[in-house]
């Protein structure tokens, strides 16, 4: 195995920050840029709602799965490459969509920018084996913060876009922004050196995408089909069923997709749920505050239109990159997994403060920046916690499968928060305060066991011997 000291080349490590979180954020961003016209695409491409839906259900399950293999192939063959490569992908997605008006090549374009996700935690990946140990902290950190960032920022520019310009013009940005990272990248990103030996196990890739999908789409459309309808028991059934063989598999198998010795590890576990915890917490405002801003005012909602209300919401994505370097100096100072736990009673206290506030501008404001500080300072412990407990030769799968654990959380937000507001709807057709207010109770109980889960990771003692640049507890 090669170490660091192998690198061809060491460029400026703020530059390689730099190009990183702009990926991340580039990366990301594609999960939003098509809300503003959610409820327009039957009309603009001229199809049923039901078929429109997977033009927004596509990308969030084809990036659930290429998350984690991505990760794996960039411990194989570099990071850098396989980010290149995801960076293409993503550029070719967003052409097909800007020169599409009908649903069937909106869909292949959207599953194609789903492949950029797995950018993310090979970006975290990158830098560990790239920079110098006191800046590892704070740029881990930002990195890793792009996940809720990209989405944040991105919703006020998508709103503008749209409302401004013909629609076609999201995806245009969203190629020239992919294009800009990927030129980035070549550029100013080192060859990675740090590779694990071996053949990739297909057979393992398969199996995870038969069982992520039956579980994605189970969780999805569980509200539009019915959770208890053949279809959604059927989908359930063979996702649990497909990753139970796949991890007897996994298991035995010399080189197997994701190390499962290595995910059982109590750090590697308990941080993974408590992704799982968080994500389900963060997702939940970004669903209910929304909605509230921009339901009428008759309906006991503020009335806002779509752009301002986006530019209410942007603190959170500005205060999650706030953090980024006090988050840094936080995890030297009082250890990753402390920092986990300041992150989500910070989100938890947010909550318990927004269920029993009158709802206006200016408190669904302040409590959406300050669910972005707990975010930020959360999503900068975990993948920490993660590089702290496994091999150097598998960080980019490791941090995959912990991107995928805070994805798989906001989706079953997404689909938990959904039902709870689509019951509370009355005459009018719209939620009631009492929905949001349940909807918000979710958040709060999700953080709480964040907290509770982050708790009981335990030290990780031999992780810390054995990758002595990575921040100790």
Partial sequence: MKDRSRLTHLPRPGAVVAVLAFAGMGASFMQTILVPIQSELPKLLGAAREDTAWVITVTLLVSAIFTPISGKLGDMYGKRRIAIILLALLIAGSV???????????????????????????????????????????????????????????????????????????????????????????????????????????????????????????????????WLTFPTLISGGIGIVALLIWGAYQWRHVDPLVDLRVSVRGPVLMTNLASIAMGFALFSSSIVFPQLLELPRDAGGLGMPLLTASFALMPSGLAMLAMSPIAGRLIDRIGPKSLLIVGAVVIAVTYAFAVFLPATVWSVAISNTFIGVGIGLGYAAMPTLIMRAVPSTETGAANGLNTLMRSLGTSIAAAAVAAVLAQSAGATGFPTPQGFQLALVYGLVAAVVCAVLASLIPRSREGVEAHPSLPGE
Avoid at 115 to 137: A, E, Q
Avoid at 140 to 167: H, M, R, Y
Avoid at 185 to 213: E, H, M, N, Y
Wanted: with cysteine; hydrophobic share 55%; net charge neutral.
């Fill in 96 to 226: 097909i969509c800007a020169l599409s008006s009908t649903v069937i090549p909106m869909i292949v374009g959207r599953a194609l920018q789903g492949t950029g996700m797995g950018v993310i935690p090979l970006g975290i990946s990158i830098l560990r084996d790239t920079l110098h140990p006191d800046r590892l902290g704070s740029s881990i950190a930002l990195v890793s913060a792009t996940l809720g960032v990209g989405g944040a920022l991105g919703l006020p520019i998508s709103a503008f876009v749209t409302e401004n310009f013909d629609w076609h013009a999201l995806f245009f940005v969203a190629a020239a922004i992919g294009a800009i990272s990927l030129v980035l990248f070549i550029f100013v990103i080192p060859p990675s050196t740090l590779r694990t030996p071996g053949r990739f196990d297909l057979l393992g890739a398969i199996g995870l995408a038969i069982g992520l999908t039956g579980i994605m789409l189970t969780i999805s459309k569980g509200n539009e089909w019915g």
